[in-house]
C-alpha cells in the first residue's frame, strides 16, 4: 500500500514551472529517491511535499488523506519528517537541545504547564529527553550529545538533524541531500543508517541525493525529473539505462 501518493502535482513560481504534473507512489516501509540534474525541481517538488511551497495544482494524499498545500506543522504531527539540504541547526545549543526542539510540536502539556512547571510538564521532558538520547544514540552520537551544536564536525552536525527528524516518530522521512559533503567513509555510515531506519525504525524513507553510487545502493525505487516532469521511474538497473535519463544527465553536463 502506498503511504504517500503524488498526483499530477504542479508548481510553477510566476512563468516558471518548477514541477510540472508530476505523479509518483512511495510503498509504506520501502526506500525510494527523487533524482534529476541541478535545477530539475527536486527540492520543489520536496517543499511542496512537507508544506513549504503551496503546490499550484494536483494532490497529494499521505496515508490516504491529503496533505495538499498544508501547513508544515501539521503535515509533521500526521507523520512525515524532513531535514535540509542546508544545515538548520540552532549553533549555540547543545546536540541534546536541538533534538529536543524537534519535539515540541508534538507535546500536549502546553505553554501554561511549562511555565507553572507542573508534574505532566515535568514527566513530557523527561520523556522527550529519553527519546532524543535514544535517537542519538541510533544515528551514533550520543557521546557528545552535551556539546554545542556549533562545534562538531560537519558530518556530526548532518547526525543532529537526522536524529532531530527521527525524534518526531515520523512514519516517512525525507532526506534532502543528505550525503553532501560527507567523506566516503561517512556515506557509507549514511547508507547502513537508512538502512536501518527502515528496518528497525519501519520508516518509510525518500531522498533527494546527486551521489549517484549512494541512490544505486540503497533505493528500491528511483523516479526521475526533469525540467520539473518525471522522465523515467524503476528500479537502479532500469534507470540507469534509460535513454531519456542518459540524455537528461550527459545534456547537461555538455552545457556546462
Ligand atoms: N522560491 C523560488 N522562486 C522562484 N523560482 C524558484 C524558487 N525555488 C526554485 N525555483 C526554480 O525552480 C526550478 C527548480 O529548482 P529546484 O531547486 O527545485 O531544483 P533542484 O532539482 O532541487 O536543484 P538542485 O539539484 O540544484 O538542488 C529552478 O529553475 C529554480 O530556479
Redo the contacts with the bound molecule.
Keep these: 500500500m502506498p503511504i504517500l501518493e503524488v498526483k499530477n502535482l504542479t508548481l510553477r513560481?510566476g512563468g516558471?514551472t518548477?514541477v510540472n504534473n508530476l505523479s509518483f507512489d512511495i510503498e509504506e516501509n520501502s526506500i525510494m529517491s527523487l533524482i534529476?540534474p541541478?535545477?530539475?525541481?527536486?527540492?520543489?517538488?520536496f517543499n511542496c511535499l512537507t508544506g513549504f511551497y503551496k503546490g499550484s495544482e494536483g494532490d497529494i494524499l499521505f496515508q490516504g488523506r491529503t496533505i495538499f498545500r498544508q501547513k508544515p506543522y501539521k503535515i509533521t504531527k500526521m507523520g512525515m519528517a524532513r531535514t535540509f539540504?542546508n544545515l538548520r541547526l540552532f549553533k549555540d545549543m547543545t546536540v541534546l537541545e536541538n533534538v529536543m526542539s524537534g519535539m515540541h510540536s508534538r507535546t500536549s502539556a502546553g505553554v501554561l504547564g511549562a511555565v507553572l512547571r507542573l508534574p505532566s510538564q515535568r514527566q513530557e521532558e523527561k520523556k522527550i529527553r529519553q527519546v532524543s538520547e535514544e535517537c542519538l544514540d541510533f544515528v551514533g552520537i550520543l557521546d557528545k550529545k552535551d556539546r554545542l551544536a556549533r562545534n562538531l564536525a560537519y558530518g556530526d552536525q548532518r547526525r543532529v538533524e537526522w536524529a532531530r527528524a527521527l525524534a518526531t516518530h515520523p512514519k516517512l522521512i525525507l532526506l534532502d541531500e543528505p550525503a553532501a559533503g560527507l567523506n566516503h567513509d561517512e556515506k557509507d555510515q549514511l547508507v547502513d543508517l537508512i538502512h536501518r531506519i527502515r528496518k528497525d525504525l519501519g520508516i518509510t524513507v525518500l531522498l533527494?541525493e546527486?551521489d549517484m553510487g549512494l541512490v544505486m545502493k540503497v533505493s528500491e525505487k528511483i523516479v526521475v525529473i526533469d525540467y520539473?516532469q518525471k522522465i523515467a521511474e524503476g528500479t537502479s538497473e532500469e534507470v540507469k539505462n534509460n535513454p531519456r535519463v542518459i540524455e537528461a544527465y550527459l545534456g547537461k553536463e555538455d552545457e556546462e
Design positions: 513560481f516558471l518548477a534529476g541541478n535545477g530539475a525541481g527536486k527540492t520543489s517538488a539540504q533527494i546527486h520539473g
